[in-house]
Antibody, heavy 117, light 109 residues
């Protein structure tokens, strides 16, 4: 059974960079796409971007200038960096496995990141 | 960018009733449409992929239909655990990316 676990700081200061890592267990990171999604408190889901295990990426146009997603196959992990954060970036951040760049079949439990000074 | 619209925003029903949720895309997404269920404090769970295929372990009371721009998620007889928020999600080829609908909340009448 594939499991995903997000990790990283729960509090980030405005204008700084949010950094999260997703660790995949129970399966290999190879041959799949891996995605980040976020959900502001009380609101809907927003796709941030995805990465193929080989390293190719695709980002949400609205966040593209601030987002970097990377993968470390040796550690079975992939990571998110979101720069110049503001309070609007406060959200629960989920990582997920994306099948065929189409459907998210496995999700992490999510981690709340608050942007505040 | 393809925009997904879900209706109604809220659906108030009783256990045992049939729920019909709609998702409409601003342009054709072929059959690249998925449905997710989310309960408070939990991650979304995949219910339906490619418009009409149930994900592993999903009960038969959940069914999906549609193609192109109009899609439907049907819950044939609501169980107490089905009261939740449901999101549709599409994948587009150009511009390449993923978008979610705003969600439909199914609550107890």
């Amino acid at each position: 059974q594939v499991q995903l676990q997000e990790s990283g700081p729960g509090l980030v200061k405005p204008s700084e960079t949010l950094s999260l890592t997703c660790t995949v267990s129970g399966g290999s990171i190879s041959s799949y796409y891996w995605s980040w999604i976020r959900q502001p408190p009380g609101k809907g889901l927003e796709w941030i971007g995805y990465i193929y295990y080989s390293g190719s990426t695709n980002y949400n146009p609205s966040l593209k200038s601030r987002v970097t997603i990377s993968v470390d196959t040796s550690k079975n992990q992939f990571s998110l960096k979101l720069s110049s954060v503001t309070a609007a970036d406060t959200a629960v951040y989920y990582c997920g496995r994306l099948v065929g760049a189409t459907t998210i079949d496995y999700w992490g439990q999510g981690t709340l990141v608050t942007v505040s000074s | 960018e393809i925009v997904l619209t879900q209706s109604p925003a809220t659906l108030s029903l009783s256990p045992g009733e049939r729920a019909t949720l709609s998702c409409r895309a601003s342009q054709s997404v072929s059959s690249y449409l998925a449905w997710y269920q989310q309960k408070p404090g939990q991650a979304p769970r995949l219910l339906i992929y490619d418009a009409s295929n149930r994900a592993t372990g999903i009960p038969a009371r959940f069914s999906g239909s549609g193609s192109g721009t109009d899609f439907t998620l049907t819950i044939s007889s609501l169980e107490p655990e089905d009261f939740a928020v449901y999101y549709c999600q599409q994948r587009s080829n150009w511009p390449p990316g993923i978008t979610f609908g705003p969600g439909t909340k199914v609550d107890i009448k």
